[in-house]
């Protein structure tokens, strides 16, 4: 049951019924499910968080690092009405990570998960479709226009982006979801045991031409990212650069335009450039703990001068530089961790350092490796510390390593201080990495 209602959470999440039937308006339908699912879940829960303990747990450990580090970053100011607010939000964000680690439990249930997850973004991909081209009209979707200059001519133009509602009320962030959902479909598309797998190539289909749609250079470059990183776990790295070489000028032409157009010294590759100098510099205003995160739709008065900041500057566009700015050296380290930490538990079991038992869980590894570099890459370009398909992600690279036996080289992954220490430094490089980019590129920082 507890499975069964944790699928549902995920359709919901994404397809919000309540937004396309309007008599279902105002029914909390997600916190109800949630709250149900809770409920049952709660044995498979404790067996899953006491089983083992939590430094055996790196990711997860990261993750309820991240939940601490967003209550603690407020009391320095004694903003503990701010520490309730934004530590129960970022609470009920960490109770979905933990239901999916602790009921999708099996491998069977991760790959029929995985299916789940490929089904509802094709579905919220049709939606949106639709609606763009005006097939459908739902009041709660609505169409987004850009502009763009060309750089020879001066010549302004309109165009029209694709996005979706809720947590994907954003074309950069309907476009970095359907791109990481890629991998994940060709997973399902090469399923050598099931006889309906070519019924896959359709959501490729719609995930490509979606992604075109939104006009996201985020979502072309975590595009590009899941597939070079399932072929280079897949076919190894002489083979990748072979299938780099044919796939990659394909994706040039099929993306031609805006997408294709990089630049890190003009346009909104600039600036963003100059969004991370302003919040570089907020970040070495309070480096310990962090200015804290705030809810825009919270009390107005209790965060007038996080609102006002954000309302002239913007919201971070790089999820990993927004951590170290909200919430000092620690969190930040933490949230950057719980990434690096799922991309060094996936490596460890490569078939060099591993052998998997269980076939179907070996022949998942490419794919899901595929799926967090790309989510991996697109938060890169924005600000998704506190959102659910962030925990999404990590959760299905932790649900994984549970559920899949093998006979490592190296012992599996637990929190130490050599693995702090290898974070501590990752955190500092990506910061020195980050100053870098904004003194060459933004002339500031």
Same mark, same amino acid.
């Given at each position: 049951?507890?499975?069964?209602?944790?699928?549902?959470?995920?359709?919901?999440?994404?397809?919000?019924?309540?937004?396309?039937?309007?008599?279902?308006? @105002?029914?909390?339908?997600?916190?109800?499910?949630? =709250?149900?699912?809770?409920?049952?879940?709660?044995?498979?829960?404790?067996?899953?968080?006491?089983?083992?303990?939590?430094?055996?747990?790196? #990711?997860?450990?990261?993750?309820?690092?991240?939940?601490?580090?967003?209550?603690?970053?407020?009391?320095?100011?004694?903003?503990?009405?701010?520490?309730?607010?934004?530590?129960?939000?970022?609470?009920?964000?960490?109770?979905?990570? *933990?239901?999916? =680690?602790? #009921?999708?439990?099996?491998?069977?249930?991760?790959?029929?998960?995985?299916?789940?997850?490929?089904?509802?973004?094709?579905?919220?991909?049709? =939606?949106?479709?639709?609606?763009?081209?005006?097939?459908?009209?739902?009041?709660?979707?609505?169409?987004?226009?850009?502009?763009?200059?060309?750089?020879?001519?001066?010549? #302004?133009?309109?165009?029209?982006?694709?996005?979706?509602?809720?947590?994907?009320?954003?074309?950069?962030?309907?476009?970095? !979801?359907?791109?990481?959902?890629?991998?994940?479909?060709?997973?399902?598309?090469?399923?050598?045991? /099931? *006889?309906?797998?070519?019924?896959?190539?359709?959501?490729?289909?719609?995930?490509?031409?979606?992604?075109?749609?939104?006009? /996201?250079?985020?979502?072309?470059?975590?595009?590009?990212?899941?597939?070079?990183?399932?072929?280079?776990?897949?076919?190894?790295?002489?083979?990748?650069?072979?299938?780099?070489?044919?796939?990659?000028?394909?994706?040039?032409?099929?993306?031609?335009?805006?997408?294709?157009?990089?630049?890190?010294?003009? @346009?909104?590759?600039?600036?963003?450039?100059?969004?991370?100098?302003?919040?570089?510099?907020?970040?070495?205003?309070?480096?310990?703990?962090?200015?804290?995160? /705030?809810?825009?739709?919270?009390?107005?008065?209790?965060?007038?001068?996080? !609102?006002?900041?954000?309302?002239?500057?913007?919201?971070?566009?790089?999820?990993?530089?927004?951590?170290?700015?909200?919430?000092?050296?620690?969190?930040?380290?933490?949230?950057?961790?719980?990434?690096?930490?799922?991309?060094?538990?996936?490596?460890?079991?490569?078939?060099?350092?591993?052998?998997?038992?269980?076939?179907? !869980?070996?022949?998942?590894?490419?794919?899901?490796?595929?799926?967090?570099?790309?989510?991996?890459?697109?938060?890169?370009?924005? /600000?998704?510390?506190?959102?659910?398909?962030?925990?999404?992600?990590?959760?299905?690279?932790?649900?994984?390593?549970?559920?899949?036996?093998?006979?490592?080289?190296?012992?599996?992954?637990?929190?130490?201080?050599?693995?702090?220490?290898?974070?501590?430094?990752?955190?500092?490089?990506?910061?020195?990495?980050?100053?870098?980019?904004?003194?060459?590129?933004?002339?500031?920082?």
């Amino acid at each position: 049951m507890a499975f069964v209602l944790f699928l549902l959470v995920n359709a919901t999440l994404f397809l919000r019924p309540a937004e396309i039937i309007p008599e279902w308006q @105002g029914i909390s339908l997600y916190e109800y499910l949630i =709250i149900a699912c809770f409920v049952f879940a709660l044995p498979d829960i404790l067996t899953h968080l006491t089983g083992r303990p939590l430094e055996a747990q790196p #990711v997860t450990l990261c993750v309820f690092g991240v939940l601490a580090a967003v209550v603690l970053s407020q009391l320095p100011s004694f903003n503990f009405g701010e520490a309730w607010r934004t530590g129960f939000f970022v609470f009920k964000v960490v109770v979905y990570y *933990v239901l999916l =680690i602790s #009921v999708v439990n099996t491998g069977p249930r991760l790959k029929m998960f995985i299916g789940w997850l490929v089904c509802c973004c094709v579905l919220l991909a049709l =939606i949106t479709l639709l609606q763009y081209h005006e097939v459908l009209t739902l009041p709660t979707l609505k169409s987004v226009t850009d502009t763009d200059m060309d750089r020879v001519t001066g010549e #302004v133009t309109t165009f029209g982006r694709l996005q979706g509602s809720g947590i994907f009320n954003d074309p950069n962030e309907l476009g970095v !979801m359907l791109a990481t959902a890629v991998p994940l479909a060709l997973y399902l598309l090469a399923d050598p045991k /099931s *006889v309906l797998r070519f019924v896959f190539v359709l959501p490729l289909g719609i995930f490509f031409y979606a992604v075109y749609l939104t006009q /996201s250079r985020g979502a072309f470059l975590a595009l590009i990212a899941g597939l070079g990183g399932w072929a280079l776990a897949r076919f190894g790295s002489r083979r990748a650069v072979g299938f780099a070489l044919v796939g990659l000028p394909v994706l040039l032409v099929f993306f031609a335009g805006r997408q294709t157009s990089l630049s890190a010294s003009q @346009g909104t590759g600039q600036t963003r450039i100059q969004i991370w100098s302003d919040w570089l510099t907020e970040f070495r205003e309070s480096p310990l703990f962090g200015k804290g995160m /705030s809810l825009s739709e919270e009390d107005p008065d209790a965060i007038k001068e996080r !609102m006002e900041w954000e309302g002239k500057k913007h919201v971070a566009h790089n999820s990993y530089l927004h951590s170290f700015r909200d919430l000092g050296l620690v969190g930040g380290m933490l949230f950057l961790g719980a990434f690096l930490l799922a991309f060094w538990s996936l490596a460890r079991l490569s078939p060099g350092q591993a052998q998997v038992l269980d076939p179907e !869980m070996a022949r998942l590894r490419p794919f899901l490796l595929g799926a967090l570099a790309a989510f991996a890459l697109g938060i890169l370009s924005l /600000s998704l510390c506190y959102s659910i398909p962030t925990y999404m992600v990590l959760g299905l690279v932790t649900a994984y390593g549970r559920v899949t036996p093998c006979r490592a080289v190296k012992p599996a992954l637990s929190w130490n201080l050599n693995i702090a220490g290898r974070i501590a430094l990752a955190g500092v490089g990506f910061l020195a990495f980050t100053y870098m980019i904004v003194r060459v590129f933004g002339g500031s920082g």
